[in-house]
């Protein structure tokens, strides 16, 4: 009776234990790895504890005793553990210590976005049942493990966004099932392995940003599910595969930011699903195929910067689902052919900087969708046509630097909605309408380099309170500059009207633009005195202005006194292109193809004035301060010794003075300190010693007889002065250079913040609005700013060319500033 009783308890039980035992390890697996974790505390796993296995009363135990009950923990009925879902749980940690082997039912583990670090390790090929697994958004380093190929039954692989590196694994061609892919944001290099044209049901892979190399494998032609492919910001080399023609579930593919060369290949024109293709920023060479015309769903034809050339196929206009159009920065040319204006859905039409001629099609008025229309940097001709006033949902209408000819074309006065109005650096004429005050939304207006006459509108200066630029210089232009500045909300902070007839003084109610940052007037006919209330504009960066300023002006510039303000700069970027990069650089001769950014850093440049009087201490408070140049004017007084505080000082010119006294010894602190030049003064007693000061020669100090100490030949005497007083010899002024040349700009405040702000707005500039390369650049610079430093760790510039004329110039090239 008792052994029956036993028996039918045995065999009631015996159901249960293998279920049993197996979560027992698994519940003593994942404890063992709690304890490994460094924040074992985490609340989240507060109901991973064995307590609760007390609660064996319980008739049904397969699924609600530990480990099943604990966060994160999925069974199945039978009790088998077969989800780990720990996604977002703040785990920090490693998985050293996690016993994948008692895991074996597992089908999901789900870990992305915690803090797990460490590699993965080659335990998990036990996970042989595994079907998706997701270990994105932490810190996993070292390599893939080629183990990884044994989980044969995977169907979903995410390994982005953690710091994997080495090669992506041959042995992920092993993975029959595997649909998903994505190792993307990782430092992987070596190249994508020839082995993923065997994964018959991939359906989307994303292997972007990181630095792969090699060939696309053209057995990825082999995919045909294959509906997503994102290879963008790698190093990938050779051609785009004609292969990839036959990918007919293709929807996108995404391979800009390579380095891809050849033609784009005919073949593409057979993906008839495709939807959004974007090989911008490669190699890419030949003409734009015209098969591309069959590709009646794609909304993005995205291939600018490249090396494209021949015309633009008459196909194109057959796209009729477009919606963005970038062939910028080729070498296309041609007519635009009248097609275009079929494209009835497009929003943005990005030409620019090409080698386009012949006039612009009138067809373009009928592309009434679009709100960014970028032609500039072309050879376009002949009138703009007056059907482009349809366009009114026009935000952004950029014309500049063409041969464009004609007056102000008075229908585009319909586009109320234009923000960006660019037309400078053509051949218009004629005035200058009143009517264009009726554009109130606009923030940026250049009409400069044309032959604009009469006077300006009187308007010009109160019509929009979201004017930012208003650039009308080198044109005609005479009378009176206005006067009725808005009072309050005035946004103004360019106003360039340098090289026309202007008359008449500087009017004091330019007081009301809080906010000027470039104020140019040069090269006009203004009279009247010198308008001292100026230096209270708080935000002055950049002036010219002829005449003589007072020596206290720089204690107004606010805007140098701390680092961190460059970062303000970055308003400009805001989805715009930018101005400054065309136009205000543009004015100091530099011919900037637009890949070059110009940056002028933080910089005073007074010299060749006739400046009076002393150097106030205030300049030691302007601490971003990277060149000062006071050279060849009247400055008397002493050299201030707060000029140590400027500890990013690269440059100081203090040459051709009247100073007096003694070089301080602080400056030996300034650890920049490239080069100085204090000579021709009437400098005094020893030259300091030490740091820098070791590296400079004897031309710096040179013409100054009272000066001793190395690196001149004559010594001091104890008491610091000269122990013999024969003068030295005067160096020979190449004073021919400078006669007549007056000083031209104090120009500052464009940092690092400013590199990168010009960064942003060029790429959307060409490329439109397309918030991934925001994204991009955002990261890199976040990148950069991490590991480098904020002003000094911009790893590439390029070249510094301080020309004589231009010498507060510095040229870099944003991409390799920003390691693309
Ligand atoms: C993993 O476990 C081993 C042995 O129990 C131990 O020595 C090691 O410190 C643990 N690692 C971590 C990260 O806790
Ligand atoms: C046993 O399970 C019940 C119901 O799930 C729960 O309310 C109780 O707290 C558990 N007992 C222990 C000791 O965990
Ligand atoms: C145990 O519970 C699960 C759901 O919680 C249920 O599907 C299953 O039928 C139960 N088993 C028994 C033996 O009651
Ligand atoms: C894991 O849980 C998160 C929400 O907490 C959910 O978004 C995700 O889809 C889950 N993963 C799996 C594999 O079920
Ligand atoms: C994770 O632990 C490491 C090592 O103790 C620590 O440096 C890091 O700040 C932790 N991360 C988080 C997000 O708590
Ligand atoms: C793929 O699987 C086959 C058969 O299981 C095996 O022979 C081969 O070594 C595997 N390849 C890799 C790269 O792991
Ligand atoms: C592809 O990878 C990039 C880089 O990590 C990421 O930003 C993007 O969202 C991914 N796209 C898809 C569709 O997976
Ligand atoms: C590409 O290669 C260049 C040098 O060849 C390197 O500087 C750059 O960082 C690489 N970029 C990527 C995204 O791999
Ligand atoms: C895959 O593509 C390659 C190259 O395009 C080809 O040689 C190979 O035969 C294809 N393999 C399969 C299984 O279709
Ligand atoms: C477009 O496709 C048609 C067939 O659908 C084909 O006859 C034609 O040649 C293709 N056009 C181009 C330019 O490839
Ligand atoms: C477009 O503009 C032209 C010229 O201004 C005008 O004649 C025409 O009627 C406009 N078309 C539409 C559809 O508005
Ligand atoms: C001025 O700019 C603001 C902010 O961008 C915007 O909300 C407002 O609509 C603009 N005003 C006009 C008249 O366009």
């Not at 583990?109 to 993965?120: T, Y």
């Not at 335990?123 to 080629?146: A, W």
């Amino acid at each position: 009776m008792l052994f029956k009783f036993l028996f039918i308890l045995f065999t009631l039980f015996s159901s249960y234990l293998p279920a049993f035992a197996a979560k027992q390890d698994i519940a003593h697996a994942l404890l063992k790895w709690k304890t490994s974790l460094i924040n074992q505390n985490n609340p989240l796993l507060s109901s991973w504890s064995l307590d609760q296995t007390t609660n064996l009363t319980r008739i049904n135990r397969t699924t609600t005793t530990a480990p099943c009950t604990w966060y994160g923990v999925h069974c199945n009925d039978h009790g088998d553990v077969t989800k780990l879902n720990l996604s977002t749980s703040r785990l920090n940690g490693s998985l050293e210590n996690f016993t994948f082997s008692s895991f074996a039912s597992l089908t999901h583990l789900d870990l992305s976005l915690n803090e797990l670090f460490g590699s993965i390790p080659v335990e998990i090929r036990y996970l042989s049942k595994l079907m998706f697994l997701d270990l994105s958004g932490n810190h996993f380093s070292r390599t893939i493990p080629q183990e990884i190929g044994m989980l044969s039954n995977l169907e979903t692989l995410s390994l982005h966004s953690n710091i994997l590196d080495g090669h992506i694994p041959v042995s992920i061609g092993n993975m029959s099932k595997l649909g998903y892919l994505r190792v993307d944001d990782n430092k992987l290099s070596g190249s994508i392995p020839r082995e993923l044209g065997h994964l018959d049901n991939l359906v989307k892979v994303n292997t972007s940003v990181n630095f792969l190399t090699g060939h696309i494998p053209s057995s990825i032609g082999n995919l045909t599910k294959l509906s997503e492919l994102y290879l963008y910001l790698n190093n990938l080399t050779g051609s785009i595969p004609p292969s990839l023609g036959k990918l007919s579930s293709l929807k996108i593919i995404y391979l800009y930011m390579n380095k891809l060369s050849g033609r784009i290949p005919d073949e593409l024109g057979n993906t008839k699903n495709l939807v959004l293709l974007l090989f911008g920023h490669n190699q890419l060479t030949g003409s734009i195929p015209a098969s591309l015309g069959n590709l009646t769903k794609l909304e993005i034809l995205d291939v600018h910067e490249n090396l494209l050339s021949g015309v633009i196929p008459q196909e194109l206009g057959k796209l009729e689902s477009l919606i963005q159009l970038a062939f910028s920065h080729n070498a296309l040319s041609g007519q635009i052919p009248g097609s275009i204006g079929n494209l009835s859905r497009l929003e943005q039409l990005f030409f620019n900087d090409n080698q386009f001629n012949g006039s612009i099609p009138k067809e373009l008025g009928y592309l009434t969708s679009l709100v960014d229309m970028l032609l500039l940097l072309n050879r376009l001709s002949g009138p703009i046509p007056d059907s482009l006033g349809n366009l009114t949902k026009l935000e952004q209408f950029a014309l500049h630097d063409n041969k464009l000819s004609g007056y102000f074309p008075e229908t585009i006065l319909n586009c109320k909605k234009l923000r960006y109005l660019t037309l400078g650096n053509n051949s218009l004429e004629g005035p200058v309408p009143k009517s264009i005050c009726s554009l109130r939304s606009l923030e940026t207006l250049y009409l400069g380099s044309n032959r604009f006459s009469g006077g300006i509108p009187q308007c010009l200066v109160n019509f929009s309170y979201n004017l930012t630029v208003l650039d009308l210089r080198l044109n005609r232009l005479y009378g009176n500059i206005p006067t009725t500045f808005l009072k309050q909300n005035n946004n103004l902070k360019t106003l360039n009207l340098n090289g026309n007839q202007l008359q008449g003084s500087i009017p004091r109610t330019l007081i009301d633009c809080r906010n000027l940052e470039v104020l140019d007037l040069g090269n006009n006919k203004l009279t009247g005195g010198f308008p001292h209330w100026i230096d209270t504009l708080p935000e002055m960066q950049v002036l010219v202005l002829r005449g003589l300023l007072p020596i206290n002006y720089f204690k107004n510039f606010k805007a140098i006194m701390a680092i961190d303000r460059a970062a303000s700069r970055e308003l400009y970027m805001d989805g715009k292109f930018m101005y400054y990069d065309t136009v205000e650089l543009g004015v100091k001769g530099l011919r900037l193809r637009l890949e070059r950014i110009s940056v002028i850093y933080n910089t005073i440049d007074l010299s060749v004035n006739k400046f009076e009087g002393e150097i106030p201490e205030t300049v030691g408070q302007l601490r971003s301060l990277r060149f000062l140049n006071l050279s060849r004017n009247c400055l008397t007084g002493r050299i201030p010794t707060d000029l140590s505080n400027l500890v990013q000082l690269e440059h100081l010119d203090l040459s051709s003075n009247k100073m007096v006294g003694k070089i301080p010894v602080q400056l030996a602190s300034l650890t920049f300190l490239v080069a100085v030049n204090f000579s021709q003064n009437q400098l005094q007693g020893a030259i300091p010693q030490g740091g820098q000061f070791n590296t400079f020669d004897s031309s710096s100090f040179q013409g100054n007889n009272g000066l001793c100490g190395f690196p001149l030949t004559k010594t001091c005497r104890n008491d610091g002065v000269p122990a013999s007083l024969t003068p030295e010899v005067d160096q020979d002024e190449d004073d021919g250079f400078f006669n007549g040349f007056s000083w031209e700009s104090v120009a500052m405040g464009y940092g690092f913040g400013m590199l990168i702000g010009l960064g942003i707005g060029w790429l959307v500039f060409y490329s439109g609005k397309p918030i991934w390369v925001i994204r991009i650049i955002e990261r890199e610079q976040f990148r950069h700013e991490g590991t480098s430093g904020k002003i000094h760790g911009i790893g590439g510039f390029a070249a510094t060319r301080a020309r004589k004329r231009n010498r507060i110039t510095q040229v870099s090239d944003v991409r390799s500033s920003l390691s693309f």
